[in-house]
């Protein structure tokens, strides 16, 4: 069965950086689509990033443009999402998902397959 498993969430202060992982594993991720949301207490869920695992391409929430950059590797079956200068409003639960497609959709309920989620927190 499919498991993303994202770390790397934590408190930080406004102007600094993290990095979330999302180790995924029960099968071949080639033809998928992973993406990144999040979600803030008492507001919908949010599309931030996503990356095709073939190819490689990436698309961008703009409000995460220029400080957010999402990559993979391929040999660790892993998926990143980098953030420099962080801001307040950034806080919140950060989500790794999965669709298999060869499109990249920025709805969540696209998405078959989530992480637990792991949350970022920063202080102004």
């Known amino acids: 069965q499919v498991q993303l498993v994202e770390s790397g969430g934590g408190l930080v202060q406004a102007g600094g950086s993290l990095r979330l992982s999302c180790a995924a594993s029960g099968r071949t991720f080639s033809s998928y689509v992973m993406g990144w949301f999040r979600q803030a207490p008492g507001k919908e869920r949010e599309f931030v990033a996503a990356i095709r695992w073939s190819g490689g391409s990436t698309l961008y929430a703009d409000s995460v443009k220029g400080r957010i950059t999402i990559s993979r590797d391929n040999a660790k079956n892993t998926v990143y999402l980098q953030m420099n200068s962080l801001k307040p409003e950034d806080t919140a639960v950060y989500y790794c998902?999965?669709?298999?497609?060869?499109?990249?959709?920025?709805?969540?309920?696209?998405?078959?397959?989530w992480g637990q989620g792991t949350q970022v927190t920063v202080s102004s």
């Open positions: 998902a999965a669709h298999a497609s060869r499109f990249v959709f920025t709805t969540y309920t696209v998405y078959d397959y």
